[in-house]
């Protein structure tokens, strides 16, 4: 069994900052890609953001230029840098993992975090 824990979310002012965490535990072989996804009320969840074990990211054209995503390889953990906050950032955050679970290798599975509130008032 894997788990993702997420913190960080928040309420913060239009052109602030927030940094998301997140972390992977439990029986991991090791991980593919790790993301960000959020969802707004009465919208569907997007991606956010997304990197790759190597290193390779991905950004949702709303977000360029002002998010960031990273990766700890070795502590299972990724991030989301938040600058420059608009009002409609303002979601439920999730963290997104393709995790090959099991030591030996069982299978693959795709991990979802609980999700985490961000706030961006104006």
């Known amino acids: 069994q894997v788990q993702l824990a997420e913190s960080g979310g928040g309420l913060v002012q239009a052109g602030g900052s927030l940094r998301l965490s997140c972390a992977a535990s439990?029986?991991?072989?090791?991980?593919?890609?790790m993301g960000w996804y959020r969802q707004a009320p009465g919208k569907q969840r997007e991606l956010v953001a997304a990197i790759t074990s190597g290193g390779s990211t991905n950004y949702a054209d709303s977000v360029k230029g002002r998010f960031t995503i990273s990766r700890d390889n070795a502590k299972n953990t990724v991030n989301l840098q938040m600058n420059s906050l608009k009002p409609e950032d303002t979601a439920v955050y999730y963290c997104?993992?393709?995790?090959?679970?099991?030591?030996?290798?069982?299978?693959?599975?795709?991990?979802w975090g609980q999700g985490t509130q961000v706030t961006v008032s104006s």
């Open positions: 439990g029986s991991i072989f090791s991980i593919n890609a």
């Open positions: 997104n993992a393709d995790i090959l679970v099991g030591v030996p290798l069982l299978g693959e599975y795709d991990a």
